[in-house]
């Protein structure tokens, strides 16, 4: 992965095509690269963060993520 960390808040960035593989990840990081340059790290296409989804919306999920994050920054 791009940041070598465990995603804590991770978003899904719009536009794959049906089939294509999602790509996510940490809000912190591409907030950061937004500001500098307002387009998606992966496709170039324009971006802004308002486009994103939250992946942990589902709070199972996201107490999973927080449960797995927790035990490997100990």
Sequence with gaps: P???VPMTDPVLL?????GAEERFMQRSVLEELLTANP???FTRAPLT????R???ADPERAARCAALAARINR
């Design 54 to 56: 939250a992946h942990n």
């Design 2 to 4: 791009i940041m070598a």
């Design 14 to 18: 719009p536009g794959a095509q049906p």
């Design 39 to 41: 387009v998606d790290p």
């Design 49 to 52: 963060v308002e486009q994103v």
